[in-house]
């Protein structure tokens, strides 16, 4: 089946450092890829949408220098969150639709971000 | 715009006990609708869908309706297991491009 695959799983860095958050779909190609934001014990959030080929589309109140997107390839999505602090550690997610399967979306394990 | 409602938790059952976690939603159109679980320390993972009014959606013994005249997507499970401890969202797609719409999640407790 598709499968939607995110590295790191888990990263932790120091305040003020950027980290790079990469989502690749393994079997299908994904002109559109989502990302989310999840807080401890609430609902994702989704922060921006990412297009290949073209800018990503940023939900109201997302920091689009913050959260920078990447959508290289129709296979490749990356977040990166510069300037790191405190305030960004959450649970970030990607997922990328299968236009052959509908509606469905696949998601990524996550990445666990802590800034320390 | 298009949100969603689920009952919060957590929801702490017995094992083999019946479930039901309520999702109503507000959309323009016609959505699609979702039920995800997230297991401890893992992603998201789909566990049924439905696509227009009336479709059952059903896997590992879940089930949940798309009721349009209500507006809910209520799931249900006739007997639940330690295995299902989970958070379960209820999501909508409003199709095309669009990112999913989630409620806020219901942490399922299943004690032995």
């Known amino acids: 089946g598709a499968v939607v695959s995110q590295h790191p799983s888990r990263v932790i860095c120091k305040s003020g450092t950027s980290v790079k958050i990469e989502c690749r779909s393994l079997?299908?190609?994904?002109?559109?890829m989502f990302w989310y934001r999840q807080f401890p014990k609430q609902s994702l959030m989704l922060m921006a949408t990412s297009n290949e080929g073209s800018k990503a589309t940023y939900e109201q109140g997302v920091e689009k220098d913050k959260f920078l997107i990447n959508h290289a390839s129709l296979t490749l999505s990356t977040l990166t969150v510069t300037s790191a602090h405190p305030e960004d550690s959450s649970f970030y997610i990607c997922?990328?639709?299968?236009?052959?399967?509908?509606?469905?979306?696949?998601f990524g394990q996550g990445t666990r971000l802590t800034v320390v | 715009g298009n949100s969603v409602t689920q009952m919060e938790g957590p929801v702490t059952l017995s094992e083999e006990a019946f479930l039901t976690i309520n999702c109503t939603y507000t959309a323009t159109g016609y959505p699609s609708l979702f039920w995800y679980v997230q297991y401890p320390g893992e992603g998201l993972q789909l566990l049924l869908k439905a696509t227009k009014a009336d479709d059952k959606g059903s896997n590992k013994g879940f089930e949940a309706t798309y009721r349009k005249e209500t507006t809910s997507f209520h799931l249900e499970k006739g007997s639940v297991q330690v295995s299902d401890s989970a958070v379960y969202f209820c999501?909508?797609?409003?199709?095309?491009?669009?990112?999913?719409?989630f409620g806020k999640g219901t942490h399922l407790i299943i004690q032995p």
């Open positions: 079997d299908f190609q994904a002109t559109t």
């Open positions: 997922s990328a639709p299968r236009r052959a399967m509908g509606t469905e979306a696949f």
């Open positions: 999501a909508l797609s409003g199709g095309g491009a669009d990112g999913l719409t």
